[in-house]
């Protein structure tokens, strides 16, 4: 054999062993590839899971500050009202409701002049 047979025998070997790693690297790219994928999106739904979890505690915690506000302006007029007509009324089952719960009432009213 001539040596540009055996160079050209050689270098088509060589290109055939080449390329068959250049496939099953590029096989392993692509599977690498689509688990990535799949991870993100993956993630990508747990971040959207996250932000439908945070959007129901912003709503739950301004239903709580509503609560807390309401409370806080309506709660002891209610309280003082239910008091004064229940001394006015001499009911002694709101009275004693009012004092489980820590509501403390005046027999006497005092602006009212003692005789």
Known sequence: MNPAAILSTVSGLLCL???????????GVQ???AELQKQQQKIQSQ?????VKQQEFQNQQQQIESGVQLA???GPAVL?????????????????LLEKYGVSLKDEDPAAPKP
């Open 17 to 27: 062993a080449l390329s068959v790693v250049f496939y099953f690297k590029s096989a």
């Open 31 to 33: 599977s690498r590839s």
């Open 47 to 51: 971040q959207q899971s996250l932000q």
């Open 72 to 74: 806080q302006k309506v």
């Open 80 to 96: 003082n009202d239910l008091g004064v007509k229940a001394k006015d009324n001499k009911n002694d089952k709101i009275k004693k």
